[in-house]
């Protein structure tokens, strides 16, 4: 099967991948004075601009979140940091064939090396940025629970559906540039369609259940739940939920990945 | 045993962007088999049902002119793009020198890209830490290679690119173009090393304009013309080949812009103030330039010879006139002039219609573009008709020498100095 030929081919430059996604993390914050301290600040600056604006200025103290600002605060930014990493991932995915269309033009490699790479780096990205969530997990006065050990699991089906889209993005962009265009907006609305900045719980959901369907057919939507449950709430991650998730980030992969393999030949010329 | 099988290959492009034809996504994703259902007016032959075999170890050149194909041959032997039609089979590693440096990322330092280009190229980490000195080396760039290639100059940046790829160490070694941008230090460096392949019995495919570094390098030659094969095989044989036709070119571009000079009728106004002057009391009505052996022409080989004629017709009977030529280089240098007065010949009379000639049996000259200044005037110097650089004329050959004027000359060496004479052609 095509499919498998092309992921052992892919394993075979992981060196390159490995490679490619230090290159990428080194290129970011070269020239800068603070480096990769900035992977740290940037959500620690976020977190509190949400605990100011959210926590304290709108002040939505739904019992559904616990009630407190600070406890607002840590609820968004539990679901903030796996979203950026979805979102960057797909934006730049995007571009990620035409910035380096020099590449494909000229040296004989798997393209999708580079959504990958992509993908991956986004995930250091995120990884250097957990620290500052579990730092302040305590912080905000919620415990760890053992359910906490369920967290590795929730990060590898985001990645199996970041990377699905992703492939998906970067093969379709090189034929219609528009995607990006649409892209960024449509992130806007993934973004509020998914219970970031508020909770399937609250009282004012429960009152619509068509709303709350809608959100359910999100797999973002089960994703964010996963870290919720197993930072926030302290709980089980919801099996079944997630299962689907899971399956329908394997269906997206594999799809994305048979339509990146479909346009292989025209990316040289195209980019 | 065959290294490079090339069979009855074809390559067509779309002349424009695919995205014209995605009406929706369902068709772009539906049809894969896009370029087949591609109406012939769309399109461009890049190759078309190209053949050849390259042996194991041997050195084969490309030669033809710009859009002729070189480069999509060998994106195809590197396995980059996949011909529409016919077969590539290629046997053993491939390093393709298409681009130097093309995978650079300008932020991070030169050590970080050697290793990023060395994988992309096929090397192991291993590999490269074993050659990283080697190729700094060669490249010249010790004090450099920590610093982010943004700083490099472009010399930098294709010393690093061509010593990566040339220590990949592959069975076959694709060359396109890329020693155009090196020092007069670099290259021959370049050279040795690719000398040094063949001397291990690599095989190479060789894409050049610089015709004489080709007949250096290679033992065999094929020639592209409009993505088909002209003609293959010793070197000399299809370089020659190639010449001549670029020499028809010239000759075509040459006539076409004379014709086009012709079609636009001048004012006598106009003409006076910019290249012809005089009251044409005798008329040079047309001139005509050929070789020796009668054939019209623009571009001449040296050997050939050169004869200018001229069509003359004077409207009253006139006894005072003087036949002359000027020969001027590019630079609007003098290069040769003479005329007939200069050599002593006695005018009697002129009227009506006639003809002169004047026949150069060896042109002397270096390569280069000629303007020609034909004139007939009184001895004293009034024009009659005077045509200023009004034709020109090219002169090619193998011969590299430069200047205004070939001076007949022959080297002479006392038998301590040892010097090997060039190859007779």
Known sequence: MTLVDNLRAVWRYRVLVQNLVSRELKARYRGTILGFLWSFLNPLLLMIVYTVVF?????????????????????????????????????????????????????????????????????????????????????????????????????????????????????????FRDIKDILANLMVFWFFSTPIIYSLKMEALQRVPIVKTLLNLNPMTHIIEGYHACLFTGELIHWKRLGVTLAVSLILFVFGYMVFDRLRDSFPEEV | MVAIDVDGVSRVYQKYSA??????????????????????????????????????????????????????????????????????????????????????????????????????????????????????RFAELEGFIDAPVKTYSSGMYMRLGFSVAINVNPDILLIDEVLAVGDAAFIPKCLDRIDDFRRRKKTILFVSHDLNTVEKVC??????????????????????????????????????????????????????????????????????????????????????????????????????????????????????????GLEDFEPQLIQGEGRVACRIERLNLVNGTYYLDIAVHKKDGYPYDYHRNLYSFLVTSTLKDVGVTRLPHRWEFSPGIQMKPPRKE
């Open chain 1, 55 to 175: 926590g304290l200025i709108l002040n939505p103290r739904d019992p559904a979140i616990g009630g407190t600002a600070w406890l607002y605060a840590l609820y968004m930014f539990c679901g903030v940091l796996p979203w950026t990493w979805f979102s960057s991932s797909a934006i730049e995915s995007a571009n990620v064939l035409m910035i380096n269309g020099n590449l494909i033009k000229k040296i004989l490699f798997p393209a999708e090396i580079l959504p990958v790479v992509t993908v991956t780096a986004n995930l250091v990205h995120f990884f250097l940025g957990l620290p500052i969530l579990l730092l302040f997990v305590p912080i905000m006065g919620k415990a760890f629970t053992p359910y906490i050990l369920f967290l590795p699991l929730v990060i590898l089906v985001q990645y199996i559906f970041t990377l699905g889209f992703s492939l998906l993005l970067s093969a379709l962009t090189v034929h």
């Open chain 2, 19 to 136: 995205r014209h034809r995605f009406q929706t996504f369902k068709s772009a994703l539906v049809r894969g088999d896009l370029f087949r259902s591609l109406r012939a007016d769309e399109v461009v032959a890049a190759l078309d049902d190209v053949s050849f075999k390259v042996e194991k170890g041997r050195a084969f050149g490309v030669i033809g002119e710009n859009g002729s194909g070189k480069s999509t041959l060998l994106k195809l032997v590197a396995g980059i793009a996949k011909p529409t039609a016919g077969r590539v089979t290629v046997q053993g590693k491939v390093s393709a020198l298409i681009e130097l440096g093309a995978g650079f990322h300008p932020e991070i330092s030169g050590r970080e890209n050697v290793y990023i280009n060395g994988i992309m190229l096929g090397l192991s980490k291993k590999e490269i830490q074993q050659k990283f000195d080697e190729i700094v």
């Open chain 2, 219 to 340: 033992d065999r030659v094929v020639w592209l013309k409009g993505g088909k094969v002209m003609t293959i095989g010793d070197p000399k044989r299809v370089i020659d080949a190639y010449l001549q036709d670029v020499a028809a070119k010239q000759e075509e571009s040459f006539a076409r812009a004379r014709e086009e000079r012709q079609a636009v009728p001048q004012t006598f106004e106009e003409e006076r103030r910019e290249n012809r002057w005089g009251l044409r009391e005798v008329e040079i009505k047309k001139v005509t330039l050929r070789n020796l052996a009668g054939q019209e022409k623009h571009v001449f080989a040296p050997d050939e010879g050169m004869a200018i004629e001229l069509e003359v017709e004077a409207y009253s009977k006139i006894k005072d006139f003087v036949f002359g030529i000027g020969v001027f280089n590019s630079q609007g240098i003098s290069c040769y002039g003479t005329n007939t």
